[in-house]
């Protein structure tokens, strides 16, 4: 079992983890654009958490607002009786409204941050939280700083055991990195698309932080599910507008496609699904790297967990990766 360190934490997880973003589902802003991936079966979502855990994934990563404190419910659930044998990280930054599924705004602070993570905390059914992430992607630096004793201390109490920023800036994840003694990790944007390591994962490195790698699967058009023709309806981000990167409106952006399919021959190499060569080619960029696909069935669970049989793609793919993207890039 291919086993990942989270940074300076010494809080060991199976290399691959789980997100529960989609098994949150609905939720959305004021105005009605959609945040979730459409409905869900929590059922299904409950077969697959422990299906998860049976095949020897051990981290899940969830956040408070996902399906407007469903998710954390969700994963409650299912790991019942299960706690000792996985690490958990959740999210806090985010205000919503859990009758109406709303978001209603930011929320930051040392006062909000304490409220918030004593309702993680119930709605997890759990005593402590492993990693507990701050959710405001672009906070400014300074402000966020504000939060770092408040953390310190929920660490001090035993209610969490470390804690990181959900950031795609090298600047906020250098700032805590650097300023607080048990920021051990940052959650980021990362996918083989980017075709190599990023600023971010750089400075996981010389930090000594883990790299939590969200949109491992670039929201699905890894799986080679999705084509040009391809439409998604309003009711999931990647259809609502929520989302203008990777699907504008339900559509696949064309420049991503393009780069998929320049690296599709390399991620399916050695008897590999498309979404096992994307993950395995993240182990391979680096050590730190913690993909956390999101599942919603127990099919995707087994799909990606297969992943680490397969184990990272070589140095030599790597750089053949780097240079079929360059000119799509």
């Not at 759990?126 to 992607?137: C, E, G, S, V």
Request: aromatic content about 8%; proline content about 4%; hydrophobic content about 40%.
């Amino acid at each position: 079992m291919m086993t990942r360190t989270l940074g300076r934490s010494g809080i060991e997880v199976s290399a691959i983890g789980m997100g529960c973003w989609a098994i949150g589902g609905p939720f959305s802003y004021p105005e009605g654009t959609a945040l979730g991936w459409g409905e869900v079966d929590d059922d299904e979502s409950v077969r697959a958490v422990r299906r998860a855990v049976d095949l020897g994934v051990t981290f899940f990563d969830t956040a408070d607002v996902y399906g407007a404190g469903h998710s954390e419910r969700v994963l409650a659930r299912a790991l019942e009786g299960r706690r000792d044998q996985v690490v958990i990280a959740t999210k806090w930054g985010n205000r919503f409204d859990e009758d109406t599924k709303v978001v209603t705004g930011p929320g930051h602070g040392p006062r909000y941050l304490r409220e918030a993570v004593e309702a993680s905390l119930r709605r997890l059914g759990t005593d402590y939280i492993d990693l507990y992430q701050f959710h405001l992607n672009d906070h400014p630096v300074d402000s966020a700083a504000e939060q770092l004793d408040a953390l310190e201390s929920l660490v001090d109490a035993g209610k969490i055991r470390s804690y990181g920023w959900s950031t795609d800036f090298p600047d906020r994840a250098e700032a805590w990195g650097n300023g607080g003694e048990h920021c051990t990790a940052v959650q980021h944007e990362f996918s083989v698309l980017k075709g190599g390591k990023t600023d971010v994962v750089e400075v996981c490195e010389r930090l000594n932080l883990g790299c939590v790698n969200r949109g491992p699967l670039a929201m699905g058009l890894l799986t080679g599910k999705y084509t040009a023709e391809s439409r998604i309806g309003s009711d999931d981000i990647r259809g609502s507008g929520g989302e203008k990167t990777l699907f504008d409106h339900g559509r696949p952006a064309p420049e991503y496609l393009a780069r998929f399919e320049a690296v599709r021959e390399v991620l399916s190499s050695g008897g590999r699904t498309l979404a096992q060569g994307a993950l395995g080619w993240l182990w391979a960029v680096s050590d730190v790297t913690v993909p956390i696909p999101g599942c919603r069935t127990v099919a995707q669970v087994e799909e990606n967990a297969g992943a680490l049989e397969k184990g990272p793609l070589t140095a030599a793919q790597v750089e053949e990766v780097a240079k079929l993207l360059a000119p799509v890039l």
